[in-house]
Structure formats: structure tokens, C-alpha cells
């Protein structure tokens, strides 16, 4: 019997056709990244100093379907980041221009989820430029290979999320002032990375009823839950010597059978008193309101979906012989959280929040730093929207149904 390798399996299932996906019809997807920054540094020594960065980067792609399920056309990418010194006039700028021919493989689980292959390959330009002048230009080609996932919140509208898995590119980078300098490097990679979520529309002939699915659940409106979160309950850093401890609770009561509004408070203490007399003491505090969009899977198991904003304040001080150093932080960070809950009895269950897509928003910072006779103070702040998926804070909660 001959063995199937496991890609091509995957790849050339049959699969339910819908209507967005087949012959003939077209797609458009829009992604981008954008953020905004700022420091200013002061001291009783020297005159204070302002710093601005900015940076935007904006990719679209378009496509036709040559075949059910298969699609291929092209992307641009366009990026600008900028950096200024206001009190010199310095000021540096990197355009960014890319342009890449692209084919996709579909596999289609059900009519509002598409898992799709990606493959690429194109050429990009990247000038650095000083007080003006080009001082380095970078040509680089390359080709990668990524997954893709495509889910329908309307008919021909979807949200699509898609990331590298392995990539190949040349760059040339040519110097430009007394002495011409090239180097040309070749990089290869293999793992997830740039990680991109945007909004795409699928348009063409159209069949699918595309009607909206009962509203199952295994819970009932009004119904509310209290949860303890256990993953932070206590930290300890042996070699540091550093303990902290950190306490989290949330509530909330289901508004339709699988639509639940809630809030959530987190707060944490750290302490560390090491034998150098370095003294560190840092709490912190935040405050999110979430929604929960849940779907019944099997039995007393339901997958769900948390999205909020977090809004947070952390302060910490650190002490030694001769320095003592403050910073108060401020953030308001949106981010949407996968889970799954299995319902123990009829008042209590246990939820699994797998990962966290952190959307970054906004955040501020002040430092203070007290040496002998002088204090030097540093003022952050930044706005960034660049979603970021993170397998590692996954987080586990009890979660306690008073009025079953």
C-alpha cells in the first residue's frame, strides 16, 4: 500500500465547496500595523532631550480562483517608520516597498472557516535616509511558505490570520558615500513568525444560504458565573531571591445563549532583598471589561472566545547603596483570548484560556532615578496596533455558576 505524505493529505482532501471559494470568484485582503512612540529624557545635569518614532506598515493582496479551492495573484507591501530628535532637527526615515506573486491552497471545514496554504515569492526595496540623503539602499528577494486561516463573519466578509512557517531571502545592501560598500546575505528561516490579521472580501457568484445557526448552548440568559484564576497564585525565583503573588477574579451573566458580558480584576506583588542590598518592591493593578461568544462542542465541553481591554497601572521601586530608581507605568492593552470550558457539575466548571492575541494599544511610563545630588527622569509613551498571537500565557480558572 503506498503512503500519502501527510501534506499533500491535508491539502488534497475534498472538501465541501461554498461559493466563495470557487472557480472563478476573487479576492482582497488588507492588513497593516501601525505605532506611534515618544520619550523625553531630563536631568539636573543636562538639558532635557525629545525623541518621536513613528511607524506604519499597510500590505494588500489580491486574487483570483483558478480552480475550486486554489487561488493565485499577487500582494504589495508599503511601510514608512520615521525617528526624530527634536531639539538637534535629526531626523531618519526607512521607506519600505515590497511586491510578491502568491498561490493558495483552501481546505474548507465548513462554510464559515477556511484553512488555506500560502505561498510567495517576490522582491522588495528599502532606502535609509539621514538629515535627507540616501545613506543605504537594500534590495532584497525571497519566497516563503505559511498557513492561513479565513473565518466568514458575513457572507463574502471575513477576518483572516496568517503566518510564516518558513522563508528564503537575499538582500543587497549598497553603502552610499566616499567608498561603495556591498554585502549581499542570504537568510533562511523555519518556525512561526509575522504573525498578520486583517479583513478580506471574497466576491463573485454566490450560493451558500449562509444563514445564521441556532442559538445552542448549554447556558441560559441570565446565568452568571464568578472565577478565580489559578495560574498566578504564587512565584518564586530561588537564585534571585524574588517572591511575588498575584490574585485574579472575574464575573459575568450571559445577555443571549452565547453572548456573556463581564469584568475582571487582576492585581500582583513582587518583593526581592538580595545580599548586595539591592531592594525591589513592585504591585500592580488592572481592571477588564470582556465578552464571551461560546459554541457547545460536545457534551459538558464548550469552546469560547474572550475579547477585552485591559486597564492597568504598575508601580515599582528598586533600592541600592548609592541609587534609587521609581517607575510608575499606565497601559490600556486590548486582546482576544481563546478558550475551553468543561462544565464539572451543574454550579462549577473549569476554563482554559489557550494563548492570547495581543493587540499592544497604548502605554505610558515614568521613570525617576535619584543618584548623589542628581535625578534623572525619563517619560515614555507609545500607541501600537500590531497583533501578536502568544502561546505562553496560557491561564487556568475555576469558575463557580451561583444561580444553577
Known amino acids: 500500500m503506498k503512503k500519502i505524505p501527510l501534506l499533500t493529505l491535508l491539502l488534497g482532501l475534498s472538501a465541501p465547496l461554498f461559493a466563495q471559494t470557487s472557480e472563478g470568484n476573487r479576492f482582497m485582503s488588507y492588513t497593516g500595523n501601525l505605532s506611534f512612540s515618544g520619550s523625553k529624557t531630563a536631568s539636573d545635569l543636562t538639558v532635557p532631550t525629545r525623541e518621536r518614532t513613528y511607524d506604519i506598515n ?15 495573484g499577487w500582494n504589495v507591501g508599503l511601510g514608512y517608520n520615521h525617528y526624530k530628535i527634536l531639539e538637534s532637527d535629526y531626523a531618519s526615515s526607512t521607506p519600505f516597498l515590497s511586491a510578491n506573486y502568491l498561490i493558495r491552497r483552501y481546505v474548507v471545514p465548513s462554510e464559515r472557516v477556511r484553512v488555506f496554504a500560502q505561498g510567495t515569492l517576490g522582491a522588495s526595496y528599502r532606502p535609509s535616509i539621514a538629515d535627507g540623503e540616501i545613506t543605504l539602499n537594500t534590495f532584497g528577494a525571497g519566497a516563503s511558505l505559511g498557513l492561513g486561516l479565513t473565518y466568514f463573519y458575513k457572507k463574502n466578509w471575513a477576518w483572516e490570520a496568517t503566518a510564516n512557517l518558513a522563508g528564503l531571502n537575499v538582500t543587497h545592501a549598497r553603502k552610499e558615500d566616499e567608498k561603495v560598500v556591498t554585502n549581499v546575505q542570504l537568510n533562511g528561516s523555519f518556525g512561526v513568525s509575522s504573525f498578520k490579521i486583517g479583513l478580506a472580501h471574497y466576491f463573485g457568484s454566490s450560493s451558500s444560504a449562509f444563514e445564521e445557526p ?6 441560559a440568559v441570565g446565568t452568571g458565573y464568578l472565577a478565580a484564576d489559578l495560574s498566578t497564585l504564587h512565584t518564586s525565583y530561588p537564585m534571585a531571591n524574588t517572591t511575588g503573588v498575584g490574585v485574579g ?12 458580558v463581564g469584568i475582571g480584576l487582576h492585581g500582583s506583588y513582587a518583593t526581592a532583598n538580595s545580599s548586595s542590598e539591592n531592594v525591589l518592591n513592585s504591585w500592580g493593578a488592572n481592571v477588564r471589561p470582556f465578552v464571551e461568544y461560546y459554541w457547545p462542542i460536545a457534551g459538558k465541553w464548550s469552546i469560547f472566545v474572550n475579547s477585552g481591554i485591559a486597564l492597568g497601572y504598575n508601580s515599582t521601586k528598586t533600592t541600592d547603596t548609592d541609587a534609587k530608581r521609581t517607575n510608575q507605568s499606565y497601559s490600556a492593552q486590548p486582546n482576544i483570548r481563546p478558550g475551553i470550558q468543561y462544565q464539572l457539575t451543574t454550579k462549577w466548571a473549569i476554563a482554559a484560556m ?8 497604548f502605554y505610558a511610563s515614568k521613570m525617576e532615578l535619584k543618584q548623589s545630588n542628581t535625578t534623572t527622569t525619563n517619560t515614555t509613551f507609545n500607541f501600537e496596533i500590531d497583533p ?17
Open 354 to 361: 489557550i494563548g492570547n492575541l495581543d493587540l499592544k494599544g
Open 388 to 404: 501578536t498571537y502568544q502561546l505562553n500565557t496560557t491561564s487556568l480558572s475555576l469558575r463557580f455558576y451561583p444561580g444553577r
Open 214 to 219: 441556532p442559538q445552542q448552548s448549554l447556558y
Open 58 to 72: 499597510l500590505e494588500f493582496s489580491r486574487g483570483k480562483f483558478i480552480r475550486d479551492n486554489v487561488a493565485h
Open 249 to 260: 477574579f472575574s464575573g459575568g451573566k450571559f445577555v443571549s445563549p452565547r453572548k456573556l
